[in-house]
């Protein structure tokens, strides 16, 4: 608890100056504060006294001191929120940079997925808000506290030091309460994190959801997630609730205390009626910073659950490795090289013993059953994962040795699931290299056979594609992220399975943007339909993580081996 506490004061370190006003005008507004009780019972003994000027001394003073507290509580709280404001902002950021930098088998392994990260950086965030935002109640309640306890021993010690007996107690029973709430507190963020899981999920396969009649499945999946969710919450607001009726209880025997002493007090004629109500007063006010730090102890028990989670996070420690060298892509590079690779998602070997050479401006495609390696092969280029054994190398050189930013500009992907931005076109595209002006986005468009239906819709290359690209067919999906990797020039192309989802006329119209994408680049093409890669200058066939096959197609064909089974299969469907 402690480490994230000390973490969580950190990140007020850039806001110092920021700090000490709010430090400052917590003190000021303390002080004003508690001051005011005494005055009121100055004014109760004016009034008894008929002393009409010094009544209106005080009362102006009263004014002030209000004006003071006002002033004074504007910019404190102000302050405080708005450095809150920053803190959790950077630390947005900070994860979802860290969440961009996290290995393709993180995401992959992760237990409740996108929903549940999203959950981190949302509900977790918010929880931490709200915490930093009570940092200004430690600035200004305990002092409060303590001015008004030093009114209590002006006014009558004798009296404050027997009252002060109940309070060892109290915070006995306040450190017990806040034990147990933290263990519900973490269930409840964990149970959160499932809730905007099966959201996220059920916004996200809608069609699918619709299409199986499975409405009422997810519908009873997430009320068993909330009802849950309830009970765990029911059990924190038990605990905190608890806290109220305890204190309250304990503070009304105190007043009933207080009166009956001042009674007897007044009689011997020992203290006036404006020491009472000034008594009072102070008690009465002191009830209020006592409130908040109760609430403000519990809310560092959700505050800490929830700081070690997204700290947790930013820790993790699952980020693609950068080497020591971050050595530039070579432009005069001359062949792609897997030496004895072998890959293994968990205890399941995907990739075994992989020897493979690729001549720079070779056409090289993949293929083999589903599960038998290919795009994980394909991966590994582009270091969305490392090998588990063995290397790859551009020339001499192994790709860990080169800065990642750059060897991923020199690879261009084109994937079978297409994932445009929810953005326009024109950005879709010009999305392939940022770096560069857009004014050869149409020309890529041209070339990846999309142009004709872009300048056909609304808006052309302003129109915006929907979510993930909602509001456009496959065809035309898959021919903007052609014209995106067109654009991007780069030498190395990845293309997989960039068509098996089309029909055949959308495959023809985007196979023409591909044959102009692969255009003098050394490309590795991952294929379900052998009819798309009969014109390569090699075919690996791939089975069981292994490569069992490699040539030319009609060499493979005569060979009678997998390839020409799978050849035999396709040509009677």
Not at 201 to 208: A, F, P, W
Request: glycine share 6%; aromatic share 8%.
């Amino acid at each position: 608890m402690n480490d994230v506490i000390r973490r969580l004061l950190q990140e007020l370190r850039p806001y110092k100056s920021q700090v000490i006003l709010v430090a400052v005008t917590g003190v000021f507004y303390s002080a004003a504060y508690s001051r005011i009780a005494l005055f009121i019972g100055q004014i109760q003994n004016s009034f008894q006294a008929n002393e009409q000027h010094h009544l209106t001394r005080t009362a102006l003073m009263i004014l002030g001191l209000a004006l003071v507290v006002g002033v004074s509580r504007y910019f404190h709280i102000y302050t405080m929120n708005m450095i809150a404001e920053r803190i959790v902002n950077n630390l947005r950021l900070r994860l979802q940079r860290k969440f961009m930098n996290l290995s393709l088998g993180f995401h992959a392994n992760y237990a409740t997925g996108s929903g549940g990260l999203m959950s981190r950086i949302l509900n977790d965030i918010k929880v931490i808000q709200d915490g930093l935002r009570m940092v200004a109640d430690f600035f200004r309640e305990p002092l409060l506290a303590v001015l008004l306890v030093g009114n209590l021993f002006y006014l009558n010690w004798r009296l404050t030091f027997a009252i002060l007996i109940v309070v060892p107690p109290i915070l006995w029973f306040l450190r017990r309460i806040s034990r147990s709430l933290r263990k519900y507190v973490l269930w409840g963020q964990e149970n959160q994190e499932q809730i905007t899981s099966t959201i996220k999920e059920s916004l996200d396969g809608v069609r699918t959801i619709q299409s199986f009649n499975l409405e009422n499945v997810m519908s009873e999946k997430l009320t068993g997630q909330t009802d849950e969710y309830l009970k765990i919450r029911s059990r924190v607001h038990s605990r905190i609730e608890v806290m109220g009726p305890v204190t309250e209880f304990v503070a009304t025997c105190l007043i009933l205390g207080i009166f009956f002493y001042f009674s007897v007090e007044i009689a011997k004629g020992n203290q006036t009626p404006g020491d009472v109500l000034a008594y009072i007063a102070s008690m009465l006010m002191i009830n209020a910073p006592i409130k908040k730090l109760q609430e403000s102890y519990v809310r560092i028990q959700e505050t800490v659950v929830a700081a070690r989670r997204v700290y947790d996070l930013l820790d993790e420690a699952s980020e693609v490795p950068v080497g020591g060298k971050n050595l530039p892509f070579p432009k005069n590079w001359s062949r792609i090289v897997y030496r004895n690779v072998s890959f293994a998602y968990g205890d399941t070997l995907t990739l075994k013993n992989i020897d493979l050479e690729i001549r720079r401006g070779e056409q090289i495609a993949l293929v083999g059953e589903s599960g038998s390696g290919k795009s994980t092969l394909v991966n590994l280029l582009g270091r969305f994962h490392d090998p588990t054994e063995g290397q790859i190398l551009i020339d001499d050189t192994s790709l860990f040795d080169f800065d990642l930013k750059d060897l991923r500009q020199h690879i261009a992907l084109v994937s079978q699931d297409v994932f445009l931005f929810s953005d326009t076109i024109q950005r879709n595209i010009h999305a392939g290299d940022f770096q560069r002006e857009g004014r050869g986005v149409s020309a890529a468009a041209r070339s990846a056979n999309a142009h004709d239906f872009i300048s056909r819709i609304p808006n052309a290359y302003e129109n915006r594609v929907g979510d993930r690209g909602s509001l456009l067919s496959g065809g035309e999906k898959q021919r903007i992220s052609i014209a995106r990797a067109i654009f991007k020039d780069a030498p190395i192309l990845i293309l997989d399975e960039a068509t098996s989802a089309l029909d055949s006329s959308s495959e023809k119209e985007v196979q023409k943007g591909l044959d102009q994408l692969m255009k003098g680049r050394t490309s590795l093409v991952v294929a379900h339909r052998l009819s798309t890669v009969q014109n390569a200058d090699r075919i690996i066939v791939m089975r069981d993580g292994r490569i069992v096959e490699e040539g030319r197609h009609a060499d493979l064909v005569d060979r009678d081996g997998h390839y020409s089974r799978f050849w035999r299969l396709q040509a009677k469907s």
